[in-house]
């Protein structure tokens, strides 16, 4: 009952930073737990950052912890991963989701999903 929208994503250099943005619709967001996952060509879809409701608690990948952070705005229905010091292992297409029931690593928990954004992180 929600529709999932990324925007963002783009092509930056080693050591830049993006702003990935999901837009959600059709129901207000603090009604999921949300999170963000990518997929690499030929790898898994991967966990990369999570948030609660109201956006108090929050989870990272080790991958990504100290370089990424995930925030919410539920008044305006909008969920951000801000990408800092990016590298090239950070190449993948980035998928917000929506959960209906908890937070979690585990993408089947997950039932909405956006399209992806494509980020690229050139050396």
Do not use: H
């Amino acid at each position: 009952q929600v529709q999932l929208v990324e925007s963002g994503g783009g092509l930056v250099q080693s050591g830049g930073s993006l702003r990935l943005s999901c837009a959600a619709s059709g129901r207000t967001s603090s009604t999921y737990a949300m999170g963000w996952f990518r997929q690499a060509p030929g790898k898994d879809r991967e966990f990369v950052a999570a948030a609660n409701r109201s956006g108090g608690s929050t989870f990272y990948a080790d991958s990504v912890r100290g370089r990424f952070t995930i925030s919410r705005d539920n008044a305006k229905n909008t969920m951000y991963l801000q990408m800092n010091s990016l590298k090239p292992e950070d190449t993948a297409v980035y998928y917000c989701a929506a959960s209906s029931w908890a937070v979690s690593s585990t993408d089947r928990v997950y039932n909405y999903w956006g399209q992806g954004t494509q980020v690229t992180v050139s050396s």
